[in-house]
């Protein structure tokens, strides 16, 4: 059973900056996917972005696009969420999932993801 942990959430001013990390438990493959998602109160959950683990490939949301960047660590089993010039829209629990075999008309699909994670809270103040 695949295991995720996500942390690095927090509170933070507008224009600023936080990273948010998701350990694994098991190995990827080479069709892994693994991507963001978050919700705030009140809104369904929506995707942020996604990294296939097959050339790195990664996909954003229109609305985090050149403002987000997703990373990994093979050695570490650690996704990366590098979130710059947050907005206060930008608030919610953010989760990090993973699926393997997610093909690419999927990858923004929460669906398509069996394992999630237990969220992390960021808060973004105005």
């Known amino acids: 059973q695949v295991q995720l942990v996500e942390s690095g959430g927090g509170l933070v001013q507008a224009g600023n900056s936080l990273r948010l990390s998701c350990a694994y438990s098991?190995?990827?493959?080479?069709?892994?996917?693994m991507s963001w998602f978050r919700q705030a109160p009140g809104k369904e959950r929506e995707f942020v972005g996604a990294i296939r683990y097959n050339g790195g490939y990664t996909y954003f949301a229109d609305s985090v696009k050149g403002r987000f960047s997703i990373s990994r660590d093979g050695a570490k089993k650690t996704v990366y969420l590098q979130m710059n010039s947050l907005k206060p829209e930008d608030s919610g629990i953010y989760y990090c999932a993973r699926g393997d075999g997610v093909i690419l008309s999927s990858i923004r699909a929460a669906e398509a993801y069996k394992y999630w994670g237990q969220g992390t809270q960021v808060t973004v103040s105005s």
């Open positions: 098991e190995r990827t493959f080479s069709n892994t996917a």
